[in-house]
């Protein structure tokens, strides 16, 4: 089992920036991938970013250019720094873990088996 814990969720007006963290821990070895999801209500959970063990990073069309998904291998956590935030960027920000064999440029839930709790993201005009 892999345990996921997220963190630094808040509101924060729109053009400002939040870090989002999540530490991870368990049976990590069975993992090859991290990555992050949102979800609004009413609507699919979709992927944000993800990044490979090799440090291989793939973004969602929506937030490249403003959000960075990093790895800190030494302190088992995983970060999403968020620039210039927008209103459409409110959201539940997952934290996930996952294997799969494939190397695709999508990010995919099911390639995905662990998920933390969530932390809110809010941004307001």
């Known amino acids: 089992q892999v345990q996921l814990v997220e963190s630094g969720g808040g509101s924060v007006q729109a053009g400002g920036s939040l870090r989002l963290s999540c530490v991870v821990s368990?049976?990590?070895?069975?993992?090859?991938?991290m990555g992050w999801f949102r979800q609004v209500p009413g609507k699919e959970r979709e992927g944000v970013a993800k990044?490979?063990?090799?440090?291989?990073?793939r973004y969602a069309d929506s937030v490249k250019g403003r959000f960075t998904i990093s790895h800190d291998k030494v302190k088992n956590t995983v970060y999403l720094q968020m620039n210039a935030l927008i209103v459409e960027d409110t959201a539940m920000y997952y934290c996930?873990?996952?294997?799969?064999?494939?190397?695709?440029?999508?990010?995919?839930?099911?390639?995905?088996?662990?998920w933390g709790q969530g932390t809110q993201v809010t941004v307001f005009s």
């Open positions: 996930a873990a996952g294997y799969s064999p494939f190397v695709r440029a999508s990010i995919r839930r099911e390639d995905f088996r662990y």
């Open positions: 990044i490979s063990l090799g440090g291989s990073t």
């Open positions: 368990g049976s990590t070895a069975t993992t090859n991938r």
